[in-house]
């Protein structure tokens, strides 16, 4: 008779669980590596403006060139400030996520050692019926002979 753990559907239930709050879990955080790309992306175009704005204010500039390199600073500033909140956002979201998928981490691994040692007490148990059988089947041929 093969091992039949009770609770199979249950730790089955649990593992898909744990891997779908695991798949939540990378989306979140494979979303937090795109938003920190982008807000070096920013960055990168902040400084590459400010090396322009140098380069430009040693030499006569038109007003509107000014204006124009200015308009263009302070939306990068305001797209990189959207960005850092966005992070803080997401941070937080992971934080949480982390809490549900360790949750349910733990929850499967629970399981999965009760199954692991209902096992191991069935299988010690199935060798002392086999030595057991075996045990009776050489006292048998002793007492023939």
Same mark, same amino acid.
């Given at each position: 008779?093969?091992?039949?753990?009770?609770? &199979? *559907?249950? +730790? /089955?239930?649990?593992?898909?669980?744990? =891997?779908?709050?695991?798949?939540? #879990?990378?989306?979140?955080?494979? $979303?937090?590596?795109?938003?920190?790309?982008?807000?070096?992306?920013?960055?990168?175009?902040?400084?590459?403006?400010?090396?322009?704005?140098?380069?430009?204010?040693?030499?006569?500039?038109?007003?509107?060139?000014?204006?124009?390199?200015?308009?263009? &600073? *302070?939306? +990068? /500033?305001?797209?990189?400030?959207?960005? =850092?909140?966005?992070?803080?956002? #997401?941070?937080?979201?992971?934080? $949480?996520?982390?809490?549900?998928?360790?949750?349910?981490?733990?929850g499967r691994q629970i399981l999965s050692e009760v199954r692991k040692r209902q096992q191991n007490s069935y299988e010690?148990?199935?060798?002392?019926?086999?030595?057991?059988?075996?045990?009776?089947?050489?006292?048998?041929?002793?007492?023939?002979?």
């Open positions: 008779m093969a091992f039949r753990f009770s609770l &199979e *559907a249950v +730790l /089955r239930f649990r593992q898909n669980v744990e =891997r779908v709050e695991e798949a939540a #879990l990378t989306r979140i955080v494979q $979303e937090i590596a795109g938003v920190q790309l982008e807000f070096q992306r920013i960055n990168a175009q902040q400084e590459s403006l400010r090396a322009q704005l140098e380069r430009d204010l040693k030499r006569i500039l038109p007003a509107i060139e000014l204006m124009e390199l200015a308009e263009q &600073e *302070a939306w +990068l /500033r305001a797209g990189a400030e959207a960005l =850092r909140i966005r992070l803080q956002e #997401l941070e937080a979201k992971r934080l $949480e996520q982390l809490g549900i998928y360790q949750k349910a981490q733990q010690i148990d199935q060798r002392r019926r086999e030595q057991k059988t075996l045990d009776e089947i050489f006292l048998a041929r002793q007492e023939r002979e």
